[in-house]
């Protein structure tokens, strides 16, 4: 059974800082890997698609990286800025095309 | 990414009643959809697959008495909650898998549910 785990949980950074978010999963067998934002209260916002093929994908200040034989994610994000604080969440696409999702990260950037 | 909507945005329902939400795919015809399920605080977690034309497939541990799932054509799929108490009390969030076009989820913007 596939499993999800991101670290740290809670996470307080003063504006500015660059930072990594961490992502594992159990099983390596994924089609894709996909990093999101949740404001508080709302939806889900893509942020990266990282196809099982591929290493990393980059937008803007964020950049993450894909390790599909280690079962490993990481999120970068630089230059972090008060805006940027929300939980980020990771979830992986395996067999019968579901997302499974991890346990989320909570940012908090201060000004 | 693909527009998908998601009616009602909030709900609140005495306990007892049953509550109908909707997720309607925009951008694509989607034979696959997903419902979740996030309680307050913690991750997403898949509830069932929606299939058009043919029954829901439930996650385990998911009542699919409780949570009927209708996928009646390709671009809605419907949820109800049956007899509500206040511990269905979450956020629920749809989202849309058109297969053919794309090999990713689009997402709904959610719909929060709270039983009194």
């Known amino acids: 059974k596939q499993e999800v785990t991101q670290i740290p949980a809670a996470l307080s950074v003063p504006e500015g800082e660059n930072l990594v978010l961490n992502c594992s999963f159990t099983d390596s067998a994924i089609y894709n890997l996909q990093w999101f934002r949740q404001d508080p209260g709302k939806g889900l916002t893509s942020l990266l698609l990282?196809?099982?093929?591929?290493r990393e994908q980059t937008s803007g200040r964020l950049n993450a990286s894909l390790d599909k034989s280690s079962g490993r994610s990481t999120l970068y994000i630089a230059a972090s800025q008060p805006g940027d604080s929300a939980t980020y969440l990771c979830a992986v696409m395996a067999g019968t095309y579901k997302y499974i999702f991890g346990t989320g990260t909570r940012l908090k950037v201060l000004a | 990414g693909a527009v998908v909507s998601q009616h009602p945005s909030r709900v609140i329902c005495k306990s007892g009643t049953s509550v109908k939400i909707e997720c309607r795919s925009l951008?694509?015809?989607?034979?696959?959809m997903f419902w979740y399920r996030q309680f307050p605080k913690k991750s997403l977690m898949l509830m069932a697959t929606?299939?058009?034309?043919?029954?829901?497939?439930?996650e385990q541990g998911v009542e699919k008495d409780k949570f009927l799932i209708n996928h009646a054509s390709l671009t809605l799929s419907t949820l109800t909650v049956t007899s509500a108490h206040p511990e269905d009390s979450s956020f629920y969030i749809c989202?849309?898998?058109?297969?053919?076009?794309?090999?990713?989820?689009?997402f709904g913007p959610g719909t929060r549910l709270t039983v009194l």
């Open positions: 951008d694509f015809q989607a034979t696959t």
């Open positions: 989202s849309v898998f058109p297969l053919l076009v794309t090999d990713t989820q689009y």
């Open positions: 990282i196809q099982s093929s591929q």
């Open positions: 929606s299939n058009e034309g043919s029954k829901a497939t439930y």
